[in-house]
C-alpha cells in the first residue's frame, strides 16, 4: 500500500484505498489467482476478469487517512454502471501509529456486477469530508480490455527440463518433453499465446539451457561488460520470435473474417468502399468482443506499424491488413520484418550502439580506438 | 424447448441487416458454446416458458388494463406506458435473470431474434401511437437489434429497457413502486433512469412513490411537480435529476439513509421457483423499509423547497 500525503487543499486529507483479495466462492485463493490479482494491484486494478469460474469473491477493503484529520467515519462506496449495481457501508475504524486506518470484508457477488465495479472511501470528521480515496477499479469480466501498456509481452522463467523444481506448466510439458527434446535443453524459449487467463502473449525462457537464468535478464544484476552486448542481442532475439507469433496469430484471425463480404464483393453486390467499411467494422467488433483475448487498440498500433504512412486512416490500414491476408501474405512479412525494425531499431535501442559501429569500423580500417565502454542495453518494447 | 438458447452476439451483428432479419432463423451453428457462455456469466439455464404469452397477451389491451388493475380513464391516455410496464412486469418475473445476465445484449437478442411473438409485440408496440393504418411503420433491424451499449440496454430496447425500469424500482418482492415508476411516464423511465443515483435503491424507490403518488394526485398531471427536481437547460427542457445530483455533490451521500445489501442468496431461491405473476413475487433479496423512504421524501421536498417549488402549491 502506498503511503498517504498530508493535508491538501481546501482542508482535505490525502487518503487511500487498498481492496485485497481473500476468497474465491469461500475457498482461499492459490497464489496463481493471487499473482493474476496482483498484476494490476499498483495500479489500483483488481483483476478478477482473468479468472475463470468464479461467483463470489471475498474481499478486504482497507482505508487510510491521516491521524491530523481527525476522521472519525470512513464510507465505502461501491458501483457498477452496467447493472445499477450500488452500495455503501460504513467501515470499522482501527487505529494505527500516524494513521487513522478502517477495514470492512465484503463478498462480491458475480451476478450482481459486469464489467468494472468501483470502489472509493469517503472520510468524514463530525459529518463534513476530510478526504476522499482514489478509485480502486475490479474488473470481474472482459467487457473492458486491458490496456496496452508498456510491454506487449509477459517473461516467465522455467525449466524445460523433466523433473526440475521449476518444470514448464502442464499443458506445454509434453510437446516439449516428448516430442522435441528429451532432455529440455534444446531450446531456449517457447511461446504461449494468449487464452482466457492470460490476456499477453508469454514468452517462456528456458533455464535449463546452458547459461540461462533469470539474473541474466533482471537490469539490476550487474553483468560483465562482455556480456552485456550478447545479453541484449539474445533479448531481442526473443522478442523478435514473440512479434513473429503475435503477428501471425493476428494475422489468421483476421484472414478468417470477411468471409461473406468478400463472397458479395466478388459478385458485386457491393461496392470496394462498402468492403471497406464493412470488414474495417466486422475486425473491430471482433477484437472488441470480450471473448477475443487480443485488443483493438492493439489491432491498430500494429497496423500502424506495417502501414506507416497511413496515419490519418485507421479503417484504410485495417484493410490493408486484411486485404494482403486474403492473398498476399508474403507481402504481409515483408512489411513485419521492417516494421519489427522500427520498433526494434538497434542504432536507437541499444546505447552507445552508434559507438560500437564505429569501433568496428576502426577496427576494418586499422584504428583499434578505446571500445571498451559500456554499451548498456536497454530494451522495451 | 424451455430455456433460451444464446445466440452468438457476432453472428447478429455480422449476418443481419434490414432485407434479411425478418426471415432469419436460428441454427445450432449460431449458439455460443457453454465455455464462451462461462466467460460473459450467461452459463445458468433461462427458462421463458411462456414468453410467447406475454407478448401475445402485451398485445391486447383489456389483458394488460386488468393485469395493471387500473380504471379505463386512468389507462387510455397512457396506453404505450402501460404497455411497456406489462412487458416489463411479466419478463422480469418470468426470466428471473440476475442483474449481470440482463446487462448482456445476448439475452435480449437470442428473445428477440427466436420469439416470432416478440418481433410481433415490437411492431405493435412501434405502431401503438399511431391510428393511421397507412402511417404505420415496418420494423427495422436498429428497432430490435441490441447493441452493446449501456444505453441501448438500459433505455432504448423496447424489450431491455422495461425490465431494467422494474429490476430498478421494485421494492425486493413488491413490484408496485415498479408500477409507479412507469405511472410517471418517460420522463422518468427514459430520463431519471440513466442517472447514477438511481443504483440506489431508496432514491429509485422513494422517487417512483414521489413522483407517482404525491398528494394523492398522480405525478404525471402536474408538469411544475414532476420538474420539482430539474434544473431548466439551455433548451428550455427540464434537466432532470441535475439537482438530486447537486445536493449528492455536497453531501457526498444522503443522510441517514441505509442502503441495502442485496442478498444474492435469496435472489438465487427466487431464481430457482416458478414463475407466477402477483405484485408482491418479486425476489425477497431486500426490503427498503417505508420509513426510510419517509427521509428520502423530506430530503425532495427540502430540495424543492429550496427551488420555491412548495410555493406553487
Known sequence: MSSIKSIGRYGVYSSDIDVNLLKLDSKIISREVNSIWETGHNQKKGLLNNVLDWSSADLEIIGLIDKASQCDRAVLKINCNWTNFYNQIDLNKT??????????????????????????????????????????????????????????????FYNFEKDSQNEIPNEFRSLIQDEFSTKGQQFISFFATPDEINNKLRIFVNESFPGIDENLFDSKDKLPEQLIHLRDLLEMYYRSNAYMVQFMNTTFTIKDLGKKLKEQYEREEISEQDL???????????????????????????????????????????????????????????????????????????????????SLVDMGDGNTGNNDEIMEGEIDD | MTNLEILSYQYLKRNLNDDNFMDYKPLQDHMLEISDLKKINLHREINIKGIQKVFQDAQKTEKVRNFLGLSKEDFIDYETTFTDAYVGLNLHNLLRLSPSEASR????????????????????????????????????????????????????????????????????????????????????TTRYIQSFLMHQ???????????????????????????????????????????????????????????????????????????????????????????????????????GLKRGWLKTI
Open chain 1, 95 to 156: 487505529d494505527n501509529k500516524n494513521q487513522t486506518q478502517f477495514n470492512i470484508l465484503f463478498t462480491l457477488d458475480k451476478s450482481l456486477v459486469s464489467s468494472e465495479v468501483t470502489f472509493s472511501i469517503d472520510f468524514f470528521n463530525n459529518e463534513k469530508l476530510v478526504g476522499e480515496s482514489k478509485v480502486f477499479q475490479v474488473f470481474v469480466d472482459n467487457r473492458i480490455k486491458p490496456e496496452i501498456d508498456s510491454s506487449q509481452f509477459k517473461w516467465e
Open chain 1, 276 to 358: 471497406k467499411v464493412k470488414v474495417y467494422e466486422e475486425i473491430k467488433e471482433e477484437f472488441n468482443s470480450e471473448l477475443n483475448q487480443l485488443s483493438f487498440e492493439l489491432i491498430n498500433f500494429l497496423s500502424l506499424k506495417l502501414f506507416p504512412k497511413d496515419k490519418t486512416s485507421e479503417r484504410d490500414r485495417i484493410y490493408k491488413w486484411w486485404n494482403l491476408s486474403q492473398g498476399d501474405v508474403n507481402q504481409l512479412i515483408e512489411r513485419f520484418n521492417l516494421a519489427f525494425q522500427t520498433v526494434f531499431d538497434p542504432a536507437k535501442k541499444l546505447k552507445d550502439f552508434e559507438k560500437f559501429a564505429k
Open chain 2, 105 to 188: 445484449p445476448e439475452v435480449w437478442n437470442s428473445i428477440i431474434f427466436s420469439q416470432p411473438h416478440a418481433l410481433q409485440y415490437l411492431h405493435y408496440r412501434k405502431n401503438l401511437e399511431i391510428v393511421d393504418e397507412s402511417k404505420k411503420k415496418k420494423l427495422t433491424i436498429n428497432d430490435l437489434f441490441v447493441t452493446s451499449t449501456m444505453g441501448n440496454i438500459h433505455q432504448t430496447n423496447r424489450l431491455s429497457w422495461p425490465w431494467w425500469v422494474v429490476e430498478v424500482t421494485r421494492n425486493g418482492s413488491s413490484y408496485i413502486s415498479a408500477l409507479d415508476a412507469f405511472k410517471s411516464t418517460t420522463y422518468f
Open chain 2, 201 to 303: 435503491r431508496p432514491i429509485a424507490i422513494a422517487l417512483a412513490q414521489y413522483f407517482a403518488e404525491f398528494d394523492n394526485e398522480p405525478k404525471r398531471f402536474n408538469k411544475d411537480r414532476r420538474d420539482v427536481l430539474a434544473t431548466s437547460g439551455t433548451d428550455g427542457l427540464g434537466q432532470y435529476s441535475v439537482a438530486l445530483k447537486d445536493y449528492f455533490i455536497e453531501h457526498r451521500l444522503f443522510k441517514n439513509i441505509e442502503i441495502p445489501t442485496i442478498s444474492n442468496e435469496a435472489f438465487q431461491i427466487w431464481q430457482k421457483n416458478s414463475s407466477s405473476f402477483s405484485f408482491n413475487s418479486g425476489p425477497e433479496d431486500f426490503k427498503v423499509s417505508q420509513e426510510s423512504l419517509e427521509k428520502v421524501f423530506k430530503i425532495f421536498d427540502e430540495i
